[in-house]
């Protein structure tokens, strides 16, 4: 994964469209239902930035929703595919998360950390990736990654 800036994602109709200054610091997939239903897919392929590493390029495209308790899911307004979600971690400290289908070049997306919520799972998967069951553990998998991802960022180190 190379350290470029201005990352390009879209969504499929690209009328809605983001640029990246980082490259995400994870990337997991989630197989909760909710995920399941706005996704409209087995599980979701998400990579997770500083929201300030951001830049929506139509924020009218965008229409937001909140299924679940912390994330703040969008999709574009055109072709109703997820874009980019928010989480508020606390005033000001804001994380985004972009689908990994939404990458113009994939070669920027790291390798996916986890399989969360694997509970839910509507497949058998042998991918290599760790999975996590259960919803106290798959919340404290990826808040350490998140957070583990985080610090070495900021300490310019990779994870």
Sequence with gaps: ????????????CGQTQLSLAKPPMIRFHCHCTICQSFYNKAYSDVTVMWASNVTLNKVDKVEYSRPGLL????????????????????????LAFVPGNRYDDQGV??????????????HTLDDG????KGFIKSELVISWLILKSAVLQLMGKKA
Excluded: N, W
Aim: hydrophobic fraction near 35%.
């Design 1 to 12: 994964m190379s350290e470029t800036s201005d990352i390009s994602c879209q969504c499929e």
């Design 71 to 94: 994330l703040k899911r969008g999709a574009c307004s055109e072709c109703q595919q997820p874009i980019l979600a928010y989480m508020t971690l606390f005033p000001g400290v804001r």
């Design 109 to 122: 997306l790291p390798k996916a950390s986890a399989h969360i919520f694997f509970h839910r799972s509507q």
């Design 129 to 132: 990736v760790a999975q996590y």
